[in-house]
């Protein structure tokens, strides 16, 4: 059951309670339950509100080394087959490539087929079918890079966040005192000022030290407003689930280590072939298939 189904079935229950006789007896508890009602639409309608629009997908290399930076890459390709199979349309914000075509870190926009959505066939859009793909995954493997072929094991940090347009980037302000601006000459796509002028943009909110990138666009100002989207997205994600935690009782103030014991899915190709999913416990031997895009059955609504 969802959240936002837990939400509803609490609601009719407390919706039910204010039709006993002797609910309104107490005046107090009256309020209170009133006030839980309120508050619990308003939650219900914040579930999943942007879940029908598109997504901002980041991958960061963890501990592993050049092996990381592969798998960075490995997962980037997979993710990458698995929109073009649904039909989804994807950008490149910014990429940190090393010199064995691996990523340190890369960030694209992913944009949801409208027509599909539009019919009716597809009722989410790239944000809500990918949201749970967020979390650290684990590679098990012979390392291609080291000369004796020994096991190794890396670590990559995946983190889907909804698109943020202009009008709901305003909904989360953040102070211009918490933010910091860096400029740099793009190395990425970008017309005849690419290498010439320093159209590259690092965002770092102050408080977090939270960091984003953006060089795909023209000019610095477009960059700029990129990167400012992205961070808003991510302060919102972050803000949504400690949230949850709170709610839960779980939440620790610390950042996520991309290292053994925060994984979420592990991919083993070596001494066996087998890709798990800790969360759901689903699980496949057919690891060239998932690599290749087919995901489906590891996606956690």
Not at 18 to 33: E, G
Not at 122 to 127: E, N, R
Not at 171 to 176: F, K, N, Q, S, T
Request: hydrophobic letters at 35%; aromatic letters at 8%.
């Amino acid at each position: 059951m969802s959240e936002k189904d837990i939400q509803k079935k609490k609601l009719e229950e407390l919706e039910a309670l204010m039709n006993q006789v002797d609910f309104w007896a107490d005046k107090a508890r009256a309020q209170a339950v009133i006030k839980e009602i309120a508050d619990l639409k308003t939650e219900i309608a914040g579930v999943g509100k942007y879940d029908s629009g598109d997504a901002v997908l980041t991958i960061i290399a963890g501990a592993g080394g050049v092996d990381a930076e592969d798998f960075a890459r490995m997962l980037l390709e997979m993710y990458l087959k698995f929109f073009t199979k649904k039909g989804f349309g994807y950008q490149t914000v910014h990429q940190n490539e090393n010199n064995h075509g691996g990523f340190r870190n890369v960030t694209i926009e992913v944009t949801g087929h409208s027509a599909l959505r539009a019919s009716g066939s597809m009722s989410k859009g790239a944000y809500g079918l990918l949201k749970n793909e967020n979390g650290v995954h684990r590679l098990v493997r012979t390392s291609p890079f080291n000369a004796k072929g020994l096991r190794h094991t890396s670590f990559a940090l995946v983190e889907f966040i909804p698109k943020f347009e202009k009008a709901s980037a305003s909904d989360l302000v953040i102070p211009e005192e918490d933010i910091r601006y860096e400029f740099s000459r793009s190395s990425g796509p970008g017309g005849q000022n690419v290498n010439k002028r320093e159209t590259a943009v690092r965002v770092v909110h102050i408080p977090t030290n939270m960091a984003v990138h953006a060089e795909g666009e023209r000019s610095q100002a477009q960059n700029k407003e990129k990167a400012l989207q992205i961070l808003r997205a991510k302060l919102y994600v972050k803000q949504e689930e400690e949230r949850k935690k709170k709610e839960q009782g779980l939440y620790v103030s610390k950042t996520m280590e991309i290292e053994w014991g925060n994984q979420i899915r592990s991919y083993v190709l070596h001494p066996y072939k087998m890709v798990k999913d800790h969360r759901s416990g689903v699980e496949t031997a057919q690891v060239d298939e998932v690599l290749d895009g087919d995901i489906e059955r590891f996606l956690v609504q």
